[in-house]
């Protein structure tokens, strides 16, 4: 097998300068536009907390959501292999980001919970070890420095009753 190296680009650019550019902490929006080639715009500024906009992504929520979605891919993918066929899965994430009074901080965990259905009742036990290796096999979970927890709930699809 041949390890490979993916490389991402993207641009970030601030939109921000509201006359007077960083001349105070309060005279500038934090307002920023992410994009990448060939994919739609993405909206993005501080937490509201940080003199953000709280109807666009924050870097907070765009953490939250890698790892959320990561874990997603690896778990389906996982299943795949195990035999279990997913038929919906949704999940709630949450994270806690800790300040550390000096300006800076840094999240303390991650808590995904991943509701899952799958077609039949003997996959329950499967899907839910399948958990387990998608956080082995997530990259962004790989990746970051605090604990990323899993709550899943595995339950099987209700045969249809006949009519």
Do not use: Q
Not at 68 to 75: A, D, G
Not at 105 to 114: M, N, S, Y
């Amino acid at each position: 097998m041949t390890l490979g190296e993916h490389r991402y680009a993207l641009t970030a650019t601030w939109h921000g300068n509201r006359g007077t550019g960083t001349s105070g902490y309060r005279d500038y929006s934090r307002d920023v536009t992410i994009e990448i080639d060939g994919k739609p715009e993405l909206l993005a500024s501080a937490d509201k907390p940080f003199r953000g906009d709280p109807a666009r992504w924050n870097p907070e929520d765009l953490l939250i959501a890698s790892l959320s979605e990561c874990h997603l891919l690896s778990f389906l993918h996982a299943c795949v292999s195990a035999g279990v066929v997913v038929v919906s899965y949704s999940d709630s994430a949450s994270g806690v980001m800790r300040e550390d009074g000096r300006g800076g901080g840094a999240f303390t965990e991650v808590l995904l919970r991943p509701e899952v259905v799958v077609a039949e009742e003997s996959m329950v036990a499967a899907a839910e070890r399948a958990h387990d290796d998608a956080h082995r096999m997530c990259f962004i979970a790989n990746s970051v420095n605090f604990p990323v927890r899993h709550e899943a709930s595995v339950s099987a699809a209700r045969a249809e009753e006949p009519a």
